[in-house]
């Protein structure tokens, strides 16, 4: 579970962001862009990007939680990490035709999203109310991904490649979007993988799969790295079943002859043996060729002899028995990846991977996608991030990258988890407020994001979590497990309780948090304002006392915050917490 309080070292003090989300982003480094992807990726230059990986929504109509980890219930919370819920309205309409006056989409993309118009949103006799609904969903869905494709294709540079992750939930569509964009000939490969063990869905065949469909911009040179796989044990058992114990391990008995009469050196007999007889002609295996050095205008037999001195070669007892050539297992580096992953296992509950984030995806998976379709150097852009896996694969396999989410919750996590890897490279956070009037405009565009980004972003040198906002909290917006002191601390109960306002401050507020903190029997308050305190305000804060912590200072028992003092970085009027 993805738990800041545990990361002590690795969460920076202080986050410099750089850019308003109006501006265009400098390219010069790897950069954490917050905000909607549709805002950002009109600002990245055209054929930026070496490759494209999105795990988008899935068009599956649930509303998915982040859990954040800890045995107390304060700090055991599931937070809202996206909806995927999707309607159709007529706001949704007024975008989609704006688009289609503007020009945003293709010609055969055009024809095709006016098709799904009139099939899903016009065409609604002798449909249940319900089935229409659910079409006019999936219609919202597809003017929300539509634009999007449109614009990643801009910025992806000819020959890279795209993988869009997904499920059975809109997967036809999503591939027709995908055709209608990159062409049927850019089409490389449907991968299949097995995402869980097994499902009971009732009245048809268990659904454990995902879909990753991969495909290549045409015009330019296609990277391609092939990556391989384990054997099966089985198949290892069976076929590496010999072993000379002279240290090289088991081998299996391959072929030394190739189909079809050769009039070359290759066609001569070799060792008294005349394969010519049989329509075959002798041929010296290329591994064991590069193994030894051999030149490759040495003649077919001379390999054979130097492969001979070098003992890789079995020769039978009986008299006229063919040679075979011995090919060991520990030369070997699997069998190339297939387009149907069943070796790389979804994360379990118990993962040392897992972060609580609800569809991550497990590293392995996106370290063969990202080796197999980019070299180092090469930039990875993924723009719909939730957690960064893909952003971790790609800093730690030395590629470049640019992760977005409309999140901050998940530009948190993202730095959490560059900070654990080491020799990590310097990267931006861009897209967060840096003046308090962006701040205020956060604030009025999203209560929820304004909360999470005081919590997760200003409050990250306390370490803090986010609690539920939505409505039931409480007056609950993040709580701050306390350090112990002197070993004196009630490790299940010292904490700081966090309430956010993004309002007009009222005395109300502070009578609000003093009876959170009673209420949950917690140590201290603190109340994060966008705007400045009233007298009033600070006088109660100042009645309710102070804490006595175990190093034996006192600290204020409610503690009055500001987003500008918080975003100014002036230490001396940060908040006082023991331990920090």
């Given at each position: 579970r993805y738990s800041p309080c545990r990361l002590k070292a690795t969460v920076p003090c202080r986050i410099l962001y750089g850019l308003a989300k109006e501006s265009s982003p400098?390219?010069?480094?790897?950069?954490?862009?917050?905000?909607?992807?549709?805002?950002?990726?009109?600002?990245?230059?055209?054929?930026?990007?070496?490759?494209?990986?999105?795990?988008?929504?899935?068009?599956?109509?649930?509303?998915?939680?982040?859990?954040y980890g800890g045995d107390d219930p304060l700090l055991n919370a599931q937070i809202q990490a996206f909806d995927d819920t999707w309607r159709w309205n007529s706001k949704v309409e007024e975008k989609f035709r704006a688009d289609l006056d503007a020009g945003v989409f293709p010609e055969d993309l055009e024809d095709q999203m006016r098709v799904w118009y009139r099939r899903l949103v016009l065409t609604k006799a002798q449909v249940k109310k319900?089935?229409?609904?659910?079409?006019?969903?999936?219609?919202?869905?597809?003017?929300?991904?539509?634009p999007r494709l449109v614009e990643m294709k801009r910025i992806l540079r000819p020959g890279g490649a795209i993988y869009l992750h997904c499920d059975d939930s809109a997967d036809a569509y999503l591939r027709h979007l995908l055709d209608a964009l990159f062409t049927e000939s850019g089409f490389r490969n449907e991968l299949i993988w097995k995402r869980t063990s097994a499902h009971n869905d009732p009245k048809r065949f268990g659904r454990i799969h995902d879909v990753?469909?991969?495909?290549?911009?045409?015009?330019?040179?296609?990277?391609?790295?092939?990556?391989?796989?384990?054997y099966d044990p089985e198949y290892v058992k069976k076929f590496?079943?010999?072993?000379?114990?002279?240290g090289r391990g088991p081998y299996w008995r391959d072929n030394l002859t190739a189909p079809g009469v050769s009039n070359g050196d290759a066609g001569e007999p070799w060792r008294g043996i005349d394969v010519s007889a049989i329509s075959r002609h002798w041929s010296a295996p290329r591994e064991a060729c590069e193994q030894l050095g051999l030149p490759k205008d040495m003649p077919t037999?001379?390999?054979?002899?130097?492969?001979?001195?070098?003992?890789?070669?079995?020769?039978?007892?009986?008299p006229g028995g063919m040679p075979c050539r011995k090919s060991y297992l520990k030369d070997k580096k699997g069998v190339p990846a297939q387009d149907v992953i069943l070796d790389i296992p979804p994360l379990k509950a118990w993962s040392a991977e897992r972060?609580?984030?609800?569809?991550?995806?497990?590293?392995?998976l996106l370290d063969r996608l990202i080796l197999s379709s980019t070299n180092p150097g090469d930039l990875v852009v993924d723009p719909f991030a939730g957690c960064f896996t893909s952003i971790e694969s790609a800093e730690a396999n030395g590629r470049r990258w640019i992760g977005i989410d409309i999140t901050y919750q998940g530009i948190a996590m993202a730095i959490d988890r560059l900070g654990k890897l080491e020799g990590c490279s310097d990267y931006r956070v861009l897209g967060s407020p840096t003046e308090?009037?962006?701040?205020?405009?956060?604030?009025?565009?999203?209560?929820?994001?304004?909360?999470?980004w005081v919590v997760l972003g200003l409050l990250s040198r306390y370490h803090a979590i986010p609690s539920p906002s939505q409505g039931a909290d409480g007056g609950i917006d993040g709580v701050i497990p306390l350090r112990p002191l002197m070993g004196s601390l009630d490790k299940d109960r010292d904490r700081c309780i966090v309430s956010v306002k993004g309002g007009k401050p009222k005395a109300l507020d502070v009578d609000e948090i003093i009876g959170s903190v009673t209420r949950h029997k917690a140590q201290m308050g603190m109340l994060v304002l966008l705007s400045q305190p009233t007298r009033e305000m600070v006088k109660r804060a100042d009645a309710a006392g102070r804490y006595t912590a175990g190093d034996g200072k006192t600290y204020p028992r409610i503690q009055i915050a500001t987003v500008e003092t918080l975003m100014n970085g002036t230490t001396d009027d940060d908040p006082e917490l023991p331990g920090f």
């Open positions: 400098d390219m010069s480094s790897n950069m954490l862009l917050y905000g909607d992807n549709a805002l950002w990726l009109p600002r990245l230059p055209d054929e930026c990007a070496d490759m494209i990986y999105l795990d988008p929504p899935f068009k599956s109509d649930q509303v998915y939680n982040a859990i319900k089935d229409q609904t659910a079409r006019e969903s999936l219609m919202a869905y597809l003017v929300a991904m539509a990753i469909f991969y495909y290549c911009k045409s015009g330019g040179e296609v990277t391609w790295n092939p990556q391989c796989q384990p590496y079943k010999y072993d000379d114990g002279d037999r001379q390999k054979l002899d130097a492969i001979d001195a070098a003992g890789m070669i079995y020769w039978p007892d009986k972060l609580g984030y609800p569809t991550q995806k497990p590293r392995a308090l009037s962006a701040a205020a405009a956060l604030a009025e565009e999203s209560k929820r994001q304004f909360q999470e």
